[in-house]
């Protein structure tokens, strides 16, 4: 299948220090040039493409901006993979066990655990503000203390915080060829979010690398084009909005690391924050490799090691999941805001 995006590659290899399957397999197929051969001779079954990660570290390195990540997701909702893992309309994170339930007993060593209860059963606050809050999967449902903590931190700042009703990106469901349901989801988000003003935050980065780059592609020359664009405009990871305006974090928290996820390196973000940084790929997750899939990457696990911390934080709910599915305490895995004094 031949795109015009991938006819930009000029085959330089600039891509392969910075793939992680390539570094761990040393494979030119799971290079990101050998999945465009892949991809342009129509050979989706080859396990190369179902193993890419999305992380867009191949598209940074690019002299040309090819954007294989983007054209690899998308291709998955034109021919759904062969996993059988269901999925609902709802928020992913539903099927997780609930924290104390017998399911979480019975999962303790398998999975991670959602809250036992959830952001928006614990408070409400109206959907419109000077700044809005997106109410993703993981700050529904894994995350809730950090959602309530982000908007003091906010209102400490003097902004009056909104908060959307919980909502999905749809990254989950494109990631396993769900395309009914992403794009019912993704158009119930864009709904939302185009009815508010300002800064839109997220506290997830791969939510924000779906609306900046997924939904431009999916949406385009549609009628929610113009949305889309609005949305894309305004959406920021919290931790990055917010970085060029605190001079100290309020973190109680000394033997610190936090990890930069590639979706949110991937634009460049200018992030002031204590404590050392991981700015590798962890793996991430679909579904179904946060099922089935049970390691790191060597790069990664080898400066987690180096540093030693004993407490870890992401700004990712696909890193998040990963990271408390494999890694032992120490380090304690949180996300960022969950640190925050307010």
């Not at 040309?64 to 909702?77: A, D, I, Q, S």
């Not at 030693?308 to 696909?318: D, E, I, N, Q």
């Amino acid at each position: 299948m031949k795109r015009p995006e991938l006819a930009l590659c000029s085959r330089c290899g600039r891509c392969l220090a910075v793939c992680p399957t390539y570094v761990a397999t040393q494979r030119e197929f799971f290079s990101p040039r050998g999945r465009i051969f892949l991809f342009e001779a129509g050979l989706w079954e080859h396990p190369a493409l179902e193993t890419c990660l999305a992380c867009g570290n191949c598209e940074n390195a690019c002299p040309n901006r090819v954007p294989l990540p983007e054209l690899v997701f998308l291709k998955k909702l034109e021919d759904p993979s062969s996993s059988k893992i269901p999925i609902s309309k709802g928020p992913l994170l539903t099927w997780l066990p609930k924290e104390g339930t017998l399911l979480d007993k019975l999962c303790t060593d398998q999975l991670p655990k959602r809250a036992s209860r959830t952001f928006s059963q614990n408070l409400k606050l109206p959907e419109k503000g000077d700044v809005t809050i997106f109410l993703s999967c993981g700050a529904e449902y894994l995350y809730p203390k950090a959602t309530h903590k982000l908007i003091l931190f906010l209102k400490g700042m003097g902004y009056s915080p909104g908060v959307t009703r919980p909502l999905c990106c749809g990254l989950p469901a494109a990631s396993i060829g769900r395309k009914k349901v992403f794009l019912e989801q993704s158009r119930n988000t864009l709904e939302v979010l185009s009815q508010t003003e300002g800064p839109i935050l997220t506290l997830c980065a791969s939510c924000l690398w779906m609306f900046k780059k997924v939904y431009p592609l999916v949406f385009s020359d549609t009628k929610e084009e113009k949305k889309v664009h609005s949305v894309a405009q305004r959406v920021e990871e919290a931790l990055s909005h917010l970085s060029p305006k605190v001079s100290t974090w309020p973190f109680q928290v000394d033997d610190l690391a936090i990890h930069i996820p590639c979706h949110l390196k991937e634009f460049k973000p200018q992030i002031s924050f204590q404590g050392s940084q991981i700015n590798l790929c962890c793996g991430s997750v679909t579904p179904k490799r946060l099922l089935f899939e049970n390691q790191l990457p060597k790069p990664f696990l080898e400066k987690l090691m180096e540093l030693g911390p004993s407490l870890l934080v992401t700004a990712c709910t696909g890193c998040y999941l990963k990271l408390r599915k494999l890694l032992k305490v120490p380090p304690e895995v949180k996300h960022w805001a969950e640190l925050l004094s307010v």
